[in-house]
DNA sequence: GCTTAACTGCTTACGTCGTACACAGGGTGT
DNA sequence: ACACCCTGTGTACGACGTAAGCAGTTAAGC
């Protein structure tokens, strides 16, 4: 059990040490990798299973096992690497640094969408994610806020994109499962429709029928900008509930 | 494919009418569901198989296909379920009445964590879902807002509730997976700490040596206060970046 | 009443998944 | 030369979702 986590920690943090004896490998740990993120992104989550992710790679199942411990270690690997596309937020204003952090999350899950819907068996994240953590920290520590505030000003963030890209993700998994598009499925609604009666759902008929679902807001950009405006009144706020402290390196 | 749509429609929105002819039936599509939600509260989403609900009910396995097409249908019912223990939002002010919603949901999601976990294979909420999204609209539908804002700011809420209650879920997830409960781990890290170097992670090893890790601000309560400011000085600014208009009904 | 059609739950079986295990061949150390 | 460790493979097992077909049970139609 213990041991099995600390296995998984040294699996992430701890880069795999090339043995000098035995056949070169043809394959790696991170060409693994790299394979079964190339088949969620074009097959999607539930096609990666270990004899598709060989396949691609032009070997057995079991030749996996060679270089990854089983699958959820594999799901761990994939979402570490993939943080490691993206950029660490620059120092600067935090506004535009929390902005930039929250793009960069946001077009991390657009391009990989499956990022939230795997459940990983971390309880923590990998290198990868923890440095990326680290530098939106940062761009919050030089405004007198205690430790916790930071740690909660960024998880706030945090928790938005994730909650934006947890929606997008099942867009995309309901279209490709069904075959069907957003657009075609909102007008084949003939099935759907006589069940929305002014009497069960007032509001949805109108904001239906006033055509508001056809054109909406952008969710990530005006939910973002709501989370900033909020974080914003915090922290410029004079009297915060919780003790102003020096938190700076 | 657009017929199974429909069909996964009708499954939700229109109630299974009872048959005249034949046996009674012991089972039923709302025990089924019923002992699906059991399983799922007390041993996770992973032990959630069509064998695992059957044998609560002292059933077999093909007995449930008698009464729910297949799982992924099983899984839409269960969700929209649970949305059926929540309550609707009242009538009344704008702030009080979302932070209603949110708390519902949230409450929601901590009972039943394995709701964020599962993709579903809707994309579109069920009956129940959708008449607690509707009383969420109505309570800021007086606002002069228009509405594509109504429902972004509502969403807004949403997006946030979701993403806290990943994050919780994959931790209830973890805990249970593992056996080692959230502080015993973080306890045993050895094997971690080491990689916690001032030079890669300045400021993880500055707030973890402060402690600011171990008595975190809870995450919903700060996070909510937050969207809800920024969503007020949306709502209570002069000059919106799109028009006001009149929408309720 | 009897027949018939509808409906229940069970048994068996198939294909797919993750992966344990044993193995054959290649390459480095001694 | 040997021993050792490494590589990828083949086979096999148990668990999963579920298709198909089979009794047994009940109400509707004659």
Known sequence: MKSDRDRSVRLLWEPPAEPTRGPKAALSQSRVVEAAIKVADAEGVDALTMRRVAETLGNTAMSLYRHVPGKSELLDLMVDAVWGETEHTPKGEWRAGLEFYARQVWAMYRAHPWMLQLTTSRRMPG???????????????????????????????????????????????????????????????????????????????????????????????????RVLDGLAAFIESEERPLVRTRTCL
Chains 1, 2 share one sequence.
Do not use: C, K
Request: a negative charge.
């Open 127 to 225: 290198p990868q994610a923890m440095t990326r953590t680290d530098a939106a920290y940062a761009v919050v520590s030089e405004l007198g806020l205690s430790g916790e505030e930071i740690v909660a000003v960024v998880t706030t963030v945090g928790h938005f994109v994730d909650g934006v890209g947890r929606t997008m993700a099942d867009r995309v998994q309901a279209e490709r499962e069904t075959g069907v598009s957003e657009e075609e499925w909102w007008n084949g609604r003939d099935a759907l429709w006589e069940h929305f009666t002014p009497d069960r759902l007032p509001m949805m008929t109108h904001l239906w029928n006033s055509g508001s679902f056809e054109r909406p807001l952008d969710e990530f950009e005006f939910g973002l900008a």
